[in-house]
């Protein structure tokens, strides 16, 4: 076999692999994913958070000062 005729049967493989792993893509799609555990939310504990952090700033400021 000659170099261009390497080349060719290399482009022609690397064409036909690549229609092979795309028809494998849509065969199934995957199952779903479960629901997420119960439990606390985040939104509400960092607004307390926020609220407790303000808090705490301006009374180590008013102390601060005095």
Do not use: W
């Not at 690397?14 to 939310?41: D, H, K, N, R, W």
Request: proline share 14%; aromatic share 10%.
């Amino acid at each position: 076999m000659t170099i261009q005729n390497k080349r060719i049967f290399a482009s022609i493989l690397f064409v036909l692999i690549s229609f092979v792993c795309m028809a494998q893509i849509g065969e199934t799609p995957p199952p779903p994913q479960p629901p997420p555990p119960p439990g606390l939310t985040l939104d509400g504990g960092i607004v307390v958070l926020f609220f407790i952090a303000v808090f705490y700033g301006i009374k180590k400021s008013i102390r601060i000062k005095n």
